[in-house]
């Protein structure tokens, strides 16, 4: 089984920063992908930033000259640097992973249980 812990969550005014982390623990022997989805009140989940197998990085145009997203492999952790915020940045932030685990041959998904982000004045 793999976990994910999500911090870094919070509330912050327009304009301001927040850096979300996400660690990955359990029976990993790869990561094959591992970013960052949010949530808005009504909407549908949605990509943020993600780094995919090779190591290049998908961002969604909204947050694209914004936000970063980076990452240390040796400790499965990725960071998404979250700067000149907007109101419309609310959402609850998910981390997921695709990895590959001891004992199996085939990779899996999993999800963090969220952090609250609510960019307010």
């Known amino acids: 089984q793999v976990q994910l812990v999500e911090s870094g969550g919070g509330l912050v005014q327009p304009g301001g920063s927040l850096r979300l982390s996400c660690a990955a623990s359990?029976?990993?022997?790869?990561?094959?992908?591992m970013g960052w989805y949010r949530q808005a009140p009504g909407k549908q989940r949605e990509l943020v930033a993600h780094f995919i197998s090779g190591g290049s990085t998908n961002y969604s145009d909204s947050v694209k000259g914004r936000f970063t997203i980076s990452r240390v492999n040796a400790r499965n952790t990725v960071y998404l640097q979250m700067n000149s915020l907007k109101p419309e940045d609310t959402a609850v932030y998910y981390c997921t992973a695709r990895v590959l685990e001891s004992g199996r041959s085939h990779l899996l998904d999993y999800w963090g249980q969220g952090t609250q982000v609510t960019v307010s004045s």
């Open positions: 359990g029976s990993i022997l790869s990561i094959n992908a």
